[in-house]
T-cell receptor, first 115, second 109 residues
Framework: DTGVSQDPRHKITKRGQNVTFRCDPISEHNRLYWYRQTLGQGPEFLTYFQNEAQLEKSRLLSDRFSAERPKGSFSTLEIQRTEQGDSAMYLC?????????????FGQGTRLTVV | GQNIDQPTEMTATEGAIVQINCTYQTSGFNGLFWYQQHAGEAPTFLSYNVLDGLEEKGRFSSFLSRSKGYSYLLLKELQMKDSASYLCAVRGSNYQLIWGAGTKLIIKP
């Protein structure tokens, strides 16, 4: 297993367009997280899945954002009608759901630029 | 509400020691993590504390006091490659990670 992978690594889109990002977690990990990170800030939580169930969605997330994890494996994050304020790094992470030192492993992220 | 505080930026000299502090207020506690993030890259795991005390791992050590809601990351024998942001994250009651904004560490020769 090569870790968490995200696709694409970079995306430039025009304001108003829809974009979709993909995340492939570490295969045995049952938790998958999406975060957004802007320069000089820590990761901002967007949503997370336990297997295929979306358990929590940030209140900061508008209705333009939707995420799926249809078979409990890979996940997609879609942003509709993109705005310039959506420009950020979108990070995916996965982990095991159990106590103890079960750290989250991050993908390399998708950098979105809305022009 | 839930809150994690870290200094925004710190500067240290190559070969020296630096301590990065983190204070937290969260609903529930199931462990505290430190991550390192180089510019433009994803965060990578450094350390984990769930009980009070010091955890040592090579040049890096992490300390936790649950009663004080306080942790620190200690970096010894600083190298230029240690220049990065250091993120403190607390795993809350629902096992979700709550992140600080990160501390940018600048190492000078």
């Amino acid at each position: 297993d090569t870790g968490v992978s995200q696709d694409p690594r970079h995306k430039i889109t025009k304001r108003g367009q829809n974009v979709t990002f993909r995340c492939d977690p570490i295969s045995e990990h049952n938790r998958l997280y999406w975060y957004r990170q802007t320069l000089g800030q820590g990761p901002e939580f967007l949503t997370y899945f336990q297997n295929e169930a979306q358990l929590e969605k940030s209140r900061l997330l508008s209705d333009r954002f939707s995420a799926e994890r249809p078979k409990g494996s890979f996940s997609t994050l879609e942003i509709q009608r993109t705005e310039q304020g959506d420009s950020a790094m979108y990070l995916c992470a996965s982990s095991l759901l159990e106590a103890g030192n079960t750290e989250a492993f991050f993908g390399q992220g998708t950098r979105l630029t809305v022009v | 509400g839930q809150n994690i505080d870290q200094p925004t930026e710190m500067t240290a000299t190559e070969g020296a020691i630096v301590q990065i502090n983190c204070t937290y207020q969260t609903s529930g506690f199931n462990g505290l993590f430190w991550y390192q993030q180089h510019a433009g890259e994803a965060p990578t795991f450094l350390s984990y504390n769930v009980l009070d005390g010091l955890e040592e791992k090579g040049r890096f050590s992490s300390f936790l006091s649950r009663s004080k809601g306080y942790s620190y990351l200690l970096l010894k024998e600083l190298q230029m490659k240690d220049s990065a942001s250091y993120l403190c994250a607390v795993r809350g009651s629902n096992y979700q990670l709550i992140w600080g904004a990160g501390t940018k560490l600048i190492i000078k020769p």
